[in-house]
């Protein structure tokens, strides 16, 4: 955990109901827990039992129905937000992708060009920025999705199953690199996963949601030693803690 003392953010009995045809539909119910700075948190539960609401609330798409949601500064902060799904613009080439946000902001091409390059190379697709989006494999469009989420240097990067979509090795590998970007970037992180290894391999903490409306059951530290590989799965520590997220996701 971070030594500052000020969260990146404070989620206060939270709740969000949704309109539909039949009626109210509950999907969060009074959810309270704090990020600190700096956090990498992983959300693990059931389907439907809010999780992706609430990133949603979080980057501002939908409002609480009660309680609210406090950030450091008073300010809501600046958000990277990654799907399951990359939601790349099919006529861009990845480096175009890449630079999409900072020419919303207003940075001049060339310097667009430059720091997506940089991000290109970060995320290991050099040689691929002309390439695009419907000749890259879903593990290049999601590092393609990664690298566009950070490039304007979020305060909070969220996460919504970035990797569901993909095979099992892909992911491993997708994993152990993001873990590195958060290495060297060191974001405040809230990643929906539904696996329970993935979030061990790198939470900081895991809160696991019940089914809906969705409550946080267990907020769990992951007192596993960084940097962490795949290793660390055959540990005992590792076994340990697996049963107890699997226990409470019941
Ligand atoms: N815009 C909406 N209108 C009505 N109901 C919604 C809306 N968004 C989500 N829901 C409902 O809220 C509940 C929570 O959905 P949410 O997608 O947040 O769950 P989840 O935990 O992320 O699920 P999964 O793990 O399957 O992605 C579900 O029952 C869903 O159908």
Redesign the pocket.
Known sequence: MSVETTPALDVIHLSVN???GSGE?Q?LEDVTFRVWPQEFVCLL??????????L?VLAGL?PPTQGEIRFAGGRTPRIGYVFQQANLMPWRTVLENIMLPLELQGVPPDEARRQAQAWVERVGLNGFESAWPRDLSGGMAQRVAIARALIHDPDLLLL??PFGALDALTRERMGAELLALWQAQRKTVLM?T?SISEALLLADRVLV?TP?P?QVSLDMPVPLPRPRSEELRYTMEFIHLARQLRQAIG
């Open positions: 949704f309109e539909n539909l999907a539960g059931p389907s439907g039992s809010g999780k992706s609401t609430l949603r939908v919504d199953e929906v539904h949601f809906r969705g």
